[in-house]
């Protein structure tokens, strides 16, 4: 290397000491002075009516509520989840002596309600949580 070019090498070098040095103190300089954390949190409806049959397991407690006595085909579905899933998520859905209802998603520990209207309380069998991704069944609690 000749002379000028050693010279050009060592400013540049030098410049750029300058300036990292400069772009951290403004960096440290304009960070946040407190960490925000996020909170999630998940509106949940209201209990509706007196609980008319209840079923647990260690992951689930459901609960299944009759909102009108005239009405005994309008309830809502409780599930507390007690311990986390298996899965990120999974789809709830009602097994009746028929057929299958889906009927949401339930993820994280919590408590999850949803209104059914047009069920009979006496056909269903049983409550299903499957894991859309994989296609399978998470777990199943009888009523």
Known sequence: MIYR????HYN????FAFLLTGLLILAY????????????????????GEVVKTSQTNYLLVNIRQIH??????????????KPLKAPFGILSVLTKSKEIIVGRIGQKGV???RLRNI??????AIVVSDAIKDSYLMEVGL
Do not use: G
């Open 12 to 15: 540049v070098w030098l410049i």
């Open 112 to 114: 999850y309600r949803f």
């Open 5 to 8: 070019l050693r010279r050009i």
């Open 120 to 125: 009979d309380i006496d056909e269903m069998k």
């Open 29 to 48: 300089a304009t960070r946040p002075a407190t960490l925000y954390e996020l909170v999630i949190s998940q509106d949940i409806s209201p209990q509706l």
């Open 69 to 82: 006595r005239s009405n005994p085909n309008d309830i809502q579905l409780e599930i507390l989840v007690k």
